[in-house]
T-cell receptor, first 117, second 111 residues
């Protein structure tokens, strides 16, 4: 399968600070990447769709000014959690869309576990 | 009605048995269907995708799709303890659009 990386894998920060998470597609170009959030024992919830070279599309209820998304290249999307608070503590996972002749699938990064103190 | 529904389980099967995981979806216009496996504390890993009605086999895994019934399933043959995980069904209305996930079914394979 395709390889998608995320960095950092785990971050602990103080309330009020900003945290940047990087998502990279390592062996393919991804015009579209997706950002999900998963709370314990719950399913993945889509936060936003990130398109290379254009503004991200946010899901209802997700604050675009709080969760800044940048997709500046075909292999990198970043999510910045601004002024993080304890309720933002969660598992953040990105996925990258890979398209080839036969398939159109999404591959997930390993996730970033954010803990806000 | 939730968009993608799965029985949360746990589904318990003995080693070597067939595990059958089921999923229904509400959007009749859905085009792409995926099964992901997620171990505790890890991100989802793609197992199978299926686009057309019928069966698709890959090793010990078989995905089955019935668009008329809005039903997709995953069969795991010769289940192993390492298959114990949460299995997520995901659906996309169009290719390349965001996936809508079910809440997952927890599978436990006992040795």
């Amino acid at each position: 399968g395709a390889v998608v990386s995320q960095h950092p894998s785990r971050v602990i920060c103080k309330s009020g600070t900003s945290v940047k998470i990087e998502c990279r597609s390592l062996d393919f170009q991804a015009t579209t990447m997706f950002w999900y959030r998963q709370f314990p024992k719950q399913s993945l919830m889509l936060m936003a769709t990130s398109n290379e070279g254009s503004k991200a599309t946010y899901e209802q209820g997700v604050e675009k000014d709080k969760f800044l998304i940048n997709h500046a290249s075909l292999t990198l999307s970043t999510l910045t959690v601004t002024s993080a608070h304890p309720e933002d503590s969660s598992f953040y996972i990105c996925s990258a869309r890979r398209v080839d002749r036969l398939t159109d699938t999404q591959y997930f990064g390993p996730g970033t576990r954010l803990t806000v103190l | 009605q939730k968009e993608v529904e799965q029985n949360s389980g746990p589904l318990s099967v003995p080693e070597g048995a067939i595990a059958s995981l089921n999923c229904t979806y509400s959007d009749r216009g859905s085009q792409s269907f995926f099964w992901y496996r997620q171990y505790s504390g890890k991100s989802p890993e793609l197992i199978m995708f299926i686009y057309s009605n019928g069966d698709k086999e890959d090793g010990r895994f078989t995905a089955q799709l019935n668009k008329a019934s809005q039903y997709v399933s995953l069969l795991i043959r010769d289940s192993q303890p390492s298959d114990s995980a949460t299995y997520l069904c995901a659906v996309a209305r169009q290719a390349g659009t965001a996936l809508i996930f079910g809440k997952g079914t927890t599978l436990s394979v006992s040795s």
